[in-house]
């Protein structure tokens, strides 16, 4: 297929491309990938790597599925693209009907768009809409959690953590937001009084001017890979009821099964006046996310100046993306997820949590078919990427968290695989 060499290639990418959060020249590795089938990324030297990653929590259903890729060959056939202002198509309506029937009953209206940072800006313009159209134009700023990952996009980072999202580098335009606390309990502990009062005094003292609360439903990821207890969730809840703010669920992580339920608000018997939905929506094959929105929401923005929604990418709902993530869904309801999400969690309890022992090791916990080592000093990302590798796994971490989110169709024989050959290596770091 291609005319270049291998090495041209690398030469050409490290004088040219720049990958997500490093530098243009910089001297970690990076990995030249020929193709990839079921849990395997095959390298360009022919070096195959168990996925523990599905590709940033994409990839739930393995790659080069044949469901999902006839569905996109399909739609292929009739067509690629067209603009969505003022015409339709049945890849995004039957998208639509799927969503609105998998998501909680208040959810009635949905914003397709091309990715989750792009997801979150048009959630937080929908509240900001919302309560201008309600007469309350001052509430147009938002409360978060610290340790918080909403994307990188000027909106969506103003409701990162602010250490993390290094807000000081971009301070004259990031809007000033609330940032409270991250929840001190823990998935599967009891919240005290005291875990909530922090959100409380804080809605209780600015409610005029906030929106909506927007939070990732009990796993917080990119911020931290944290488990708090969905009654922190429920709780948050019942205090944006109390004091008129909005509830926004970013689930561009969690959603579709991730955390051992469908949605991670499912933990808390909740229902969010606004959902954000990604990632893992087209099981990893193209970038599409949705926003979805209770009718009161869409029909109040209606009723308001100028009664419009303000918001309109030129990619909006692309007929192959669409596509493939009804292929997607269809596929996830027809496989028992439920089983094999309940399976890897109880594989990789048991398998990585002894390691817990090791000296380099702070804490291990798993939710769902989500594993996390939290070392007690950063990982040298130079040489234990390369370890990772020679031992024949895909596994990315940052800073001081090493992590598994294994595509929902790894079979036992290879998540033991994956386990073993990342404790092997962990235990190797320098203590
Ligand atoms: C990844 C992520 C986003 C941003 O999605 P992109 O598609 O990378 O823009 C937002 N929120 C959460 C919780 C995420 O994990």
Not at 134 to 151: C, M, V
Not at 299 to 327: E, K, R, S, W, Y
Request: aromatic letters at 8%.
């Amino acid at each position: 297929m291609t005319h270049l060499s291998l090495e041209a290639q690398i030469a050409l990418d490290q004088a040219h491309i720049w990958h997500p959060y490093s530098a243009m020249h910089s001297d970690l590795p990076v990995f030249h990938v020929d193709s990839a089938s079921g849990v395997y990324l095959t390298l360009s030297d022919g070096k195959r790597l168990i996925d523990g990653m599905s590709s940033w929590w994409c990839a739930i259903h393995g790659y080069n599925h044949p469901h999902l890729n006839n569905a996109l060959e399909q739609q292929l056939q009739r067509m690629a693209h067209v603009m969505f202002g003022g015409l339709t198509h049945e890849p995004a309506i039957r998208l639509v009907e799927k969503l609105v029937a998998l998501t909680p009953r208040e959810l009635q209206s949905v914003f397709i768009s091309d990715s989750g940072s792009v997801a979150v800006e048009v959630a937080l313009k929908m509240a900001i809409q919302y309560w201008n159209a309600r007469g309350e134009p001052g509430k147009q700023r938002f409360a978060t959690l610290r340790n918080g990952y909403h994307g990188d996009t000027m909106g969506a980072m103003s409701v990162c953590d602010p250490l993390n999202g290094m807000h000081s580098l971009f301070n004259s335009v990031l809007s000033r937001q609330f940032h409270v606390e991250r929840p001190q309990c823990r998935f599967g502990e009891a919240c005290q009084d005291s875990d909530l009062q922090a959100l409380e005094q804080l809605l209780q003292a600015n409610h005029a001017q906030i929106a909506a609360l927007i939070l990732e439903p009990v796993v917080q990821g990119a911020g931290g890979m944290y488990f708090y207890a969905p009654e922190y969730l429920a709780r948050a809840r019942e205090l944006c009821d109390r004091y008129r703010v909005l509830l926004i669920a970013d689930e561009i992580a969690t959603g579709f099964g991730r955390s051992g339920k469908l949605f991670a608000c499912e933990h808390a018997a909740i229902s969010p006046d606004i959902m954000c939905v990604g990632k893992a929506l087209t099981g990893g094959y193209m970038s599409l996310a949705a926003t979805l929105a209770t009718a009161e929401i869409s029909n109040t923005i209606d009723q308001g100046n100028p009664g419009v929604f303000m918001h309109g990418p030129t990619f909006m709902a692309n007929p192959l993306a669409c596509a493939v993530a009804v292929a997607s869904i269809e596929q996830l309801i027809e496989s028992d997820w439920q089983q094999h999400v309940d399976r890897i969690e109880l594989q990789m309890k048991q398998l990585l949590s002894p390691c817990a022992e090791l000296p380099q090791v702070a804490e291990v916990r798993c939710l769902g078919a989500i594993g996390v080592i939290e070392m007690k000093q950063a990982v040298d990302m130079k040489s234990i990427m390369r370890q990772f590798v020679d031992a024949g796994i895909w596994v990315r971490p940052f800073g001081k968290l090493v992590y598994l989110m294994p595509p929902y169709i790894i079979s036992a024989r290879e998540l033991e695989l994956l386990c073993n050959s990342l404790i092997d290596t962990v235990a190797r770091q320098p203590g």
